[in-house]
């Protein structure tokens, strides 16, 4: 597409570029939901709390791949955990993918 002014086309092709990569970045699915293998309650790490949590199981938990891993441990998030959100550092062994609905 060409407007006739090649310096506002520059600007509208990188204009272009960026929207794609948003449009790209919001299809991909950055949190998967998981379950604990364990039926008992645990207390894990919080990052945001920066101490040790009670994680009720069953809970609503998603694991956020993004976020890599650390000594082991993967970087779970907890929406309703004390009607705040709360990020947590699970075992891998711990963590079971439910997938999508």
């Known amino acids: 597409m060409s407007t006739g002014d090649p310096e506002l086309d520059k600007k509208l092709d990188k204009l272009m570029k960026k929207l794609k990569g948003l449009g790209k970045k919001e299809s991909e699915?950055?949190?998967?939901?998981?379950?604990?293998e364990s039926k008992e309650t645990h207390f894990y790490w919080s990052i945001s709390h920066?101490?040790?949590?009670?994680?009720?199981?069953p809970s609503e938990l998603y694991l956020m791949?993004?976020?890599?891993e650390k000594e082991g441990k993967c970087y779970v998030f907890s929406p309703w955990l004390f009607n705040s959100g709360a990020i947590f550092l699970v075992s891998k062994e711990k963590v079971v993918k439910i997938g999508a609905n």
Do not use: A, D, H, W
């Open 29 to 36: 699915n950055i949190l998967i939901p998981i379950t604990l």
């Open 50 to 57: 920066k101490m040790f949590l009670e994680v009720p199981v």
């Open 65 to 68: 791949p993004s976020r890599g």
